[in-house]
C-alpha cells in the first residue's frame, strides 16, 4: 500500500462473526490504531461518567423508561462529582461520532461499529465492512468465547441484533443490514477469520495502490 495520508476501515458485525477478532488482526497486518474501547473511553471522560456506566448503553437505543432508570443509575457505589452529566441516546451518539472522526482525521485506523460506516461517509480514504455468518457459526463462536450455554447465546445474538439494527435506523435512517451501506460485505461463516482478513488485505492494497 502506497498511501500516506491516514486512511480508515470501518467494520459493522454481527454479533458472534468475529468482527473484533478481524478488526484486530487487520490492524496488526497493517501496523495501524484499533479503536472499539477508546471510543466509550474518550466519550465517558466527556461526561464525567465511569466508562461501565457507557458500556451498557454502547450501541443501544433506550426506551423512555430505560432512560429513566439511567439517570439514577450511574455508579451508586462510587462518588460522582454535582457536575455529572447522563447524556441522552442522541447525546452520547455525536459524543461517539465526534471521537470517531477525531482518531480517523488523526491516524489510520480500523474502528468498530457505532456507525462508523455513515459517520465517515465523506471521509476520502474510507473502507467500509459488513461481517455476517450463519446462526449455527455464531452461536457456537459465543458458546465459546463467553462460556455460555448455546441457548443463551442464541438470545444474546437476537437481542444484539435488534438493539444494533434499531441503533443504525434511529441514528442513520438506514438497514443495518443492507449490503448498499458498504464497500464490502462478507460472509465470515463461509470464508473463515483468516481468509477474510486476505480478502480485506487484498482489497485494501488494490484500493490505495
Same mark, same amino acid.
Given at each position: 500500500m502506497k498511501n500516506t495520508k491516514p486512511f480508515v476501515i470501518t467494520i459493522s458485525r454481527q454479533l458472534g462473526s468475529g468482527g473484533a477478532c478481524i478488526g484486530q488482526k487487520l490492524a496488526e497486518e497493517l501496523n495501524i490504531f484499533y479503536a472499539d474501547r477508546e471510543i466509550i473511553h474518550k466519550a465517558a471522560k466527556q461526561f464525567s461518567v465511569l466508562e461501565a456506566d457507557l458500556e451498557s448503553r454502547d450501541e443501544k437505543v433506550l426506551s423512555?423508561? @430505560?432512560?429513566?432508570?439511567?439517570?439514577?443509575?450511574? =455508579? &451508586?457505589?462510587?462518588?460522582?462529582? *454535582?457536575?455529572?452529566? %447522563? &447524556?441522552?441516546? +442522541?447525546?452520547?451518539?455525536? =459524543?461517539?461520532?465526534?471521537?470517531?472522526?477525531?482518531?480517523?482525521?488523526? +491516524?489510520?485506523?480500523?474502528?468498530?461499529? +457505532?456507525? *462508523?460506516?455513515?459517520?465517515?461517509r465523506e471521509f476520502p480514504d474510507h473502507v467500509s465492512l459488513f461481517l455476517y455468518s450463519d446462526n449455527e457459526?455464531?452461536?457456537?463462536?459465543?458458546?465459546? @468465547?463467553?462460556? %455460555?450455554?448455546?441457548?443463551?447465546?442464541? +438470545?444474546?445474538?437476537? @437481542?444484539?441484533?435488534?438493539?444494533? =439494527?434499531?441503533y443504525c435506523k434511529q441514528f442513520t435512517g438506514k438497514e443495518w443490514t443492507d449490503a448498499r451501506n458498504y464497500d464490502i460485505s462478507i460472509d465470515t461463516?463461509?470464508?473463515?477469520i483468516v481468509r477474510t482478513v486476505d480478502i480485506i488485505m487484498n482489497y485494501m492494497k488494490a484500493a490505495f495502490a
Open positions: 423512555f423508561w @430505560q432512560s429513566m432508570f439511567a439517570v439514577n443509575s450511574f =455508579a &451508586p457505589e462510587v462518588f460522582i462529582p *454535582s457536575k455529572i452529566m %447522563v &447524556p441522552t441516546d +442522541r447525546e452520547l451518539f455525536n =459524543a461517539e461520532a465526534a471521537v470517531i472522526k477525531h482518531i480517523a482525521k488523526e +491516524r489510520s485506523s480500523v474502528i468498530i461499529g +457505532r456507525c *462508523s460506516f455513515e459517520v465517515l457459526f455464531r452461536i457456537n463462536r459465543i458458546h465459546n @468465547q463467553y462460556n %455460555v450455554t448455546k441457548e443463551e447465546a442464541e +438470545r444474546m445474538i437476537a @437481542q444484539s441484533d435488534k438493539d444494533r =439494527a434499531s461463516s463461509k470464508m473463515g
